[in-house]
């Protein structure tokens, strides 16, 4: 059995390039950026990294198994990069940009499932729960793909599509972005049929310098739309006119108040939401209303394909937090770690959930940098502490550098502030007590998941 994605003289000719064949292969079976990752069959894309050149490990993605290497012309010589295929026995596809030939390659790949229903999502905080719950929800009644963990990125979405086959109906991927014309990219790669953005937020405002700029950013999802396809609006997101402006295909603005079927939603508090749908009760796990809105989006989306009112009530009920998201751990406390990531708006929802928990224990936030918000870092730490003196925690622990603004906004609360994560850890092991409530929020850089496992099973003496 032929387990070849493509051969090499096909993907060649597809991307124009130069192919130098030193062994009997004719095709890859995965593709990968990383040597680490290498299986036998793999076909190797020598990336130049900011910190390291692809190239230089060419050698190795070979010992490990692979079959061909992509390479640019400009580094042939450098890297001795014919020897190396020569004495090895293996092959090489020649390519101005490697990355620019990674993200062809993906395109005329995934060309070739014509009867593939393409999912794209993006948005400023969400996209990849939104893209869980969705392929939660359409698995249920179509054979579905999707991109692992957040593979989101000018490589990461390549690298995704060729996980696709020939017995995939649909196919859900969610697009990232942080730099300018990053959404367009890999949007040209996907050409969704179903576009869906979820917010337009402050996310990576540093590398934009507004909000503005953000929304024509993700915008950018819908470029590749035809007169046939579909792209979601937000209903309540303060940009939805400016985001349905000017869009080739189908605009529909999604919300609560868009589905006929949804008939109520109830808060369980750390236990998540109760649905009614269609007469229903549906137990969703994913707990606040922010978690809510990405449920809405995904049925949005769902209903589109479309499947049954079974399939979303059986998907949602199967959908489990993701590592650092709203993520409910308990032991002497409970933990609420969501520091995946952070950013003014996600920052604000978790407060605002934490805040409506009902508990009979102390609430303590610890809460760190808000990361790449530029010269809006200083104002959003600001207008972060005003929101955090406001709340109903009973103790507050900020740590990293960016949050020292928000310190003198704190009055009337228990409050520490740190740029050391061990003394920010001994402080809260003398501080706890059993029965706390602790939420753990910021951004990926400060991994505040190094507290949790200390913090859960501590004596809870303080």
């Given at each position: 059995m032929n387990t070849n994605l493509m051969s090499f003289g096909e993907l060649s000719a597809l991307l124009g390039c130069r192919l130098l064949t030193f062994s009997s292969e004719n095709g890859f079976s995965s593709v990968v950026i990383d040597s680490r990752a290498v299986k036998e069959g793999s076909l190797f894309f020598a990336l130049n990294g900011e910190k390291c050149d692809g190239h230089s490990f060419v050698d190795n993605a070979f010992d490990a198994g692979a079959c061909c290497a992509v390479v640019e012309e400009a580094k042939l010589e450098k890297f001795d990069l014919v020897n190396i295929a020569k004495k090895r026995n293996k092959n090489l596809i020649v390519t101005e940009n490697t990355l620019k030939s990674l993200q062809d390659s993906a395109r005329v790949y995934l060309e070739k499932f014509k009867n593939l229903v393409k999912i794209g999502i993006t948005g400023s905080s969400g996209k990849t729960t939104t893209k869980e719950i969705t392929a939660a929800i359409i698995s249920c009644e179509k054979n579905t793909v999707m991109n692992k963990g957040n593979l989101n990125s000018d490589t990461g979405l390549p690298l995704s599509v060729f996980e696709v086959r020939d017995c995939h109906e649909v196919g859900v991927f969610e697009l990232g972005m942080n730099r300018k014309d990053e959404i367009a990219e890999i949007a040209n790669i996907l050409k969704p049929n179903i576009a869906l953005i979820t917010n337009i937020g402050s996310a990576h405002i540093e590398y934009f310098g507004s909000k503005e700029k953000i929304l024509n950013e993700k915008k950018s999802i819908f470029k590749y739309l035809t007169n046939d396809n579909i792209a979601l609006v937000p209903s309540d997101d303060q940009y939805a006119s400016e985001l349905a402006l000017n869009v080739t295909g189908n605009v529909k603005y999604y919300g609560a108040?868009?589905?006929?079927?949804?008939?109520?939603?109830?808060?369980?508090?750390?236990?998540?939401?109760?649905?009614?749908?269609?007469?229903?009760?549906?137990?969703?796990?994913?707990?606040?209303?922010?978690?809510?809105?990405?449920?809405?989006?995904?049925?949005?989306?769902?209903?589109?394909?479309?499947?049954?009112?079974?399939?979303?009530?059986?998907?949602?009920?199967?959908?489990?937090?993701?590592?650092?998201?709203?993520?409910?751990?308990?032991?002497?406390?409970?933990?609420?770690?969501?520091?995946?990531?952070?950013?003014?708006?996600?920052?604000?929802?978790?407060?605002?959930?934490?805040?409506?928990?009902?508990?009979?224990?102390?609430?303590?936030?610890?809460?760190?940098?808000?990361?790449?918000?530029?010269?809006?870092?200083?104002?959003?730490?600001?207008?972060?502490g005003s929101l955090l003196s406001e709340s109903c925690a009973d103790g507050i622990f900020l740590f990293g550098c960016e949050i020292e603004a928000a310190v003198p906004f704190l009055c009337g609360k228990t409050v520490f502030y740190t740029k050391k994560i061990e003394e920010l850890s001994a402080v809260l092991e003398g501080f706890l007590q059993k029965g706390d409530l602790v939420l753990l929020k910021g951004s990926r850089g400060c991994a505040l998941e190094r507290l949790t496992e200390k913090i859960l099973t501590g004596d809870g003496n303080g």
């Open positions: 108040e868009s589905f006929q079927e949804l008939e109520g939603t109830r808060s369980l508090g750390l236990e998540g939401t109760e649905i009614i749908w269609a007469g229903e009760k549906i137990h969703f796990a994913l707990p606040g209303k922010h978690c809510l809105e990405d449920a809405l989006a995904a049925i949005a989306i769902a209903k589109e394909i479309p499947v049954s009112g079974s399939a979303i009530k059986k998907g949602l009920e199967s959908v489990k937090p993701l590592f650092g998201r709203l993520e409910i751990l308990k032991g002497n406390v409970t933990v609420i770690q969501d520091c995946y990531n952070a950013n003014p708006e996600s920052t604000a929802k978790s407060v605002e959930f934490c805040d409506s928990v009902e508990w009979t224990g102390r609430k303590v936030y610890v809460i760190a940098d808000m990361l790449e918000l530029g010269e809006m870092s200083r104002a959003a730490h600001c207008q972060l």
